[in-house]
């Protein structure tokens, strides 16, 4: 193991997790409750229902690729570029982010389609301000270039960066 001080386990993950868990939950008691039924739109409530389902359960395949490994990575001082780090810098906070968006997907609710774009706002700002500072300060270059080619929120397929397969 390496003698560098390693990031904590969980980071800042709870806190995000709690704070869109409970959004998402708040938001659609108040859709089912009838408070904000102005926009819903009921010719749509299928595909709103399957749009949800496939984006929960890519939420959860994200999420699940990721979270019984963090911790060995971690402990390690390995920063992990393969795997579904290779798709995605925050694998955990985005399966979160996802499968709270197919929630909301599956509410049939526009005005609740808001939150989406207010957790990735605030998992941007979140992560810009603590995770990644410690993960440039530890891996320095080794850390910005792999930031140059894999994105912090959503999933996708990196650019051409060489990686470091994790042990």
């Given at each position: 193991m390496s003698d560098k001080k390693h990031l904590p386990v969980y980071g800042v993950g709870p806190i995000y997790g709690v704070i869109i868990i409970a959004a998402t939950v708040?938001?659609?008691?108040?859709?089912?409750?009838?408070?904000?039924?102005?926009?819903?739109?009921?010719?749509?409530?299928?595909?709103?229902?399957?749009?949800?389902?496939?984006?929960?359960?890519?939420?959860?395949?994200?999420?699940?690729?990721?979270?019984?490994?963090?911790?060995?990575?971690?402990?390690?001082?390995?920063?992990?570029?393969?795997?579904?780090?290779?798709?995605?810098?925050?694998?955990?906070?985005?399966?979160?982010?996802?499968?709270?968006?197919?929630?909301?997907?599956?509410?049939?609710?526009?005005?609740?389609?808001?939150?989406?774009?207010?957790?990735?706002?605030?998992m941007t700002v979140l992560m810009k301000n603590t995770e990644e500072k410690w993960l440039l300060e530890l891996y320095g270059e080794e850390y910005s270039e792999y930031c140059r080619g894999v994105n912090r929120c959503i999933p996708f397929p990196g650019r051409r960066v060489r990686r470091k397969k994790c042990r």
């Open positions: 708040l938001g659609i008691f108040l859709s089912a409750a009838g408070i904000l039924d102005f926009s819903k739109v009921p010719f749509s409530k299928i595909p709103f229902i399957i749009a949800g389902i496939a984006v929960a359960a890519l939420g959860f395949w994200v999420w699940f690729s990721a979270a019984f490994r963090i911790d060995k990575y971690i402990k390690g001082n390995v920063l992990c570029t393969d795997g579904i780090y290779a798709w995605v810098r925050n694998p955990c906070y985005s399966g979160i982010m996802l499968m709270c968006t197919g929630a909301l997907w599956m509410a049939n609710n526009f005005t609740l389609l808001i939150l989406p774009v207010i957790y990735w706002l605030f």
